[in-house]
């Protein structure tokens, strides 16, 4: 099928600043670095064919650094468009991320050669590819896809969280960033094309001012993208126009080729499912009394009506990211009195049971212990390509080894409690990573039919967003599993290969070379990354240079996957934070805490020891090292932690260790939910 975007974007110094910090990308044309904003509404439709793009930038910074930094994000914007989609490449993905960091290296570069010492921008892209439609931004500017009267917000605000009444949060994520301290790693998602459907980009002059529901009521009325975007500016300026306002709005017209699938929205689905279940029963019931005493006469008139089947694919996503986002689009049919009725598939949740010839098979395979970075990779897309309505997919940044560190985000990532599972920040203890996998999945599955404590999941789950860190350390995972020949970069490899010589000299280790391998715990460069974290890091001793394990590395949180860690709780408003870790069947807690945060420690270890029934045991007492992730937690952040060490004997564990660990760790998720609920 074919699409035509059809687009509006108003610019506006507002009615409080002097100067406009904000710019925006919308098919080649951009503003100058001095502006006051436009001066009039700019409109204008592009084909689909011609894969356009549409971007907004909110700059940051003292005196005039933040109209700059937005003007050189717009112009790096336009160099890489130019270079990359201008010259054929239809890789949008790959090009959001290599325009993101384009753009942060100029307004970077920019700051260092005037020595400006704060500075940045926003960055929010929406680009149209000839199949799908990508979003990916950096900072809090907004990205909404309003849909069947619905509005949902589908970028990531890269900002510290805040609770209730608490001030706006400072920017983790944005334009000009040093990448010496964080990798930039924008949030990208998306989308499938539906005709009508409408995209916003907004800065927060904007959405300060304006709630999600009066935008949405302005979308819903069905007036011209350019109308739109008028009357929103004219309700932020009403409001005070205390910021600078640019809001850009993108609308899909269908011009030719299949007609898409019609979309059925949550109450109309369970609306179907419940009157074919109703159906379904009448005809169960009717063939019950034909069996036992009705007769044909009593019968005349009735029809057998077939039960519409309870669909897999969700059409909705809960973060708002990927709303309609990679959907697999499958019709199940309703027949009545010769009417058949179309619909997209989504989750059942909770409350209706799928039959058992349609649950699906399962994706993490529990058949070896040896459970690869690669394999979990694969997993991971898949579980979120299954249910896009309850579980997201983020890159926490890159190893040294370039892997990805995944987190998959579990509900609705603006809940109020959020909960991190980190697995395997050790190499040798990856059987953690399967364990993680596979309560993500149950979670998952439990969605469409399961309960705890005669809780439904959907309710249990209402207003709490689960983070999952399968694998913390994916490089060390791969030396362990296949020792340095794992290791893609040469130089990498080869330094990992010096480790072992040194240990040997040393006399650190005097394991063959295999066996050394196996029993690796440090990420590729050789830091021990529980060791790698700012509690205790300086008093802490072990080795004084890179090794399998035990060193704590140049400085706190020098290794991308500390970093990883530290981004999802800058992001969010943790309640508690498990770590797990192999072996000694037993879980750490009381790390020298105290008060409150002691309570709520103990709290927190109570309800894991009651799910896993492993002995509790307090760190305090036995002088455990520090410099670790739980004590961190607890000591610097006072946010509740617990350490679970999972398994009997050395690792790596083997598989026969499975069934147990499964079976004392399946409840996890549910039971912490129940604690915070």
């Known amino acids: 099928m074919n699409y035509k975007i059809r687009y509006a974007c108003v610019c506006d110094r507002g009615k409080v600043r002097t100067n406009n910090e904000d710019n925006f990308w919308c098919q080649g044309l951009y503003l100058d670095q001095e502006h006051q904003g436009l001066d009039k509404t700019l409109t204008g439709e592009a084909l689909q064919e011609t894969m356009p793009g549409f971007a907004v930038f ?192 993108c609308e899909l017209e269908q011009t030719g080729g299949t007609e898409p699938a019609p979309r059925i929205n949550r109450k109309k689905k369970w609306g179907i499912i419940g009157a074919a279940l109703l159906l379904g029963i009448v005809a169960l019931g009717v063939l019950a009394w034909f069996q036992f005493g009705g007769t044909a006469e009593e019968t005349s008139g009735e029809e057998t009506r077939q039960e519409a089947e309870p669909s897999k694919a969700p059409d909705k996503d809960r973060e708002g990211k990927n709303v309609q986002l990679q959907e697999q689009e499958n019709n199940t049919q309703l027949q009545e009195n010769s009417i058949q009725m179309q619909e997209q598939e989504e989750n059942t949740v909770g409350l209706v049971t799928k039959p058992k010839n349609q649950q699906q098979e399962p994706v993490v395979e529990t058949a070896e212990a040896e459970y690869t970075y690669d394999e979990m990779e694969e997993d991971l897309k898949l579980l979120e390509e299954q249910y896009p309505d309850y579980m997201s997919l983020n890159s926490l940044g890159k190893t040294a080894d370039q892997r990805d560190i995944w987190e998959a985000v579990l509900g609705d990532p603006q809940a109020s409690r959020h909960i991190l599972i980190q697995a395997s920040i050790h190499a040798r203890e990856y059987m953690n990573t399967l364990v993680a996998m596979k309560q993500i999945e149950e979670y998952l599955t439990g969605f469409e039919s399961g309960a705890y404590e005669n809780i439904p999941m959907e309710n249990l789950y209402e207003d709490i967003c689960i983070h999952v860190i399968p694998m913390v350390n994916p490089d060390g995972v791969t030396i362990s599993q296949k020792g340095p020949a794992g290791i893609r970069d040469p130089q990498l490899r080869a330094a990992a290969e010096g480790i072992y010589q040194a240990d040997l000299q040393n006399q650190k280790t005097t394991l063959p070379e295999e066996e050394y391998w196996r029993n690796w715990k440090a990420n590729a460069r050789g830091v021990d990354l529980n060791r790698n974290f700012d509690v205790g890091w300086q008093e802490y001793q072990g080795t004084s240079y890179p090794s399998s394990d035990c060193y704590k590395g140049e400085a706190p949180a020098s290794e991308p996957e500390t970093q990883a860690i530290l981004q999802v709780q800058q992001e969010n408003p943790l309640v508690c934070c498990v770590a797990y870790h192999s072996s000694g069947n037993l879980i750490y807690w009381n790390y020298g805490s105290q008060g409150q945060v002691l309570a709520q420690d103990q709290a927190l270890a109570q309800k894991v020891q009651e799910v896993t029934e492993y002995p509790l045991h307090s760190t305090i007492d036995d002088g455990t090292d520090s410099a670790g992730c739980s004590d961190y937690f607890v000591l610097k952040l006072n946010i509740p932690a617990i350490t679970i060490e999972n398994g009997t004997g050395a690792c790596p564990l083997g598989i026969e260790e499975w069934e147990t660990l499964w079976t004392r760790n399946k409840n996890l998720f549910p039971a912490l939910a129940v604690l915070y609920r």
Do not use: W
């Open 58 to 249: 909110d700059g940051m910074g003292g005196e005039s650094c933040g109209e700059i930094a937005s003007y050189l994000a717009a112009n790096a914007f336009q160099k890489c468009y130019q270079k990359e989609i201008g010259n054929g490449s239809s890789d949008m993905e790959g090009f959001i991320r290599r325009a993101c960091r384009e753009m942060n290296r100029e307004v970077y570069q920019y700051s260092l050669d005037h020595k400006i010492r704060s500075m940045g921008s926003t960055a929010s892209v929406i680009m149209f590819g000839k199949e799908q439609i990508y979003i990916g931004n950096l900072g809090d500017t907004r990205i909404y896809h309003f849909y069947d009267d619905t509005l949902k917000q589908i970028s990531k605000e890269h900002s510290l969280k805040r609770f209730p009444g608490d001030k706006k949060g400072p920017l983790t994520h944005y334009v000009g960033i040093p990448e010496s301290e964080l990798q930039v790693s924008p949030h990208i998602a998306r989308g499938s094309y539906h005709h009508k459907d409408k995209y916003l980009i907004c800065s927060d002059g904007l959405t300060d001012l304006v709630s999600d529901q009066e935008i949405g009521q302005v979308l819903k009325n069905g007036k011209s993208v350019k109308e739109c975007v008028e009357i929103l500016l004219e309700m932020a300026l009403n409001q005070g126009g205390r910021d600078n306002i640019t809001i850009l709005l």
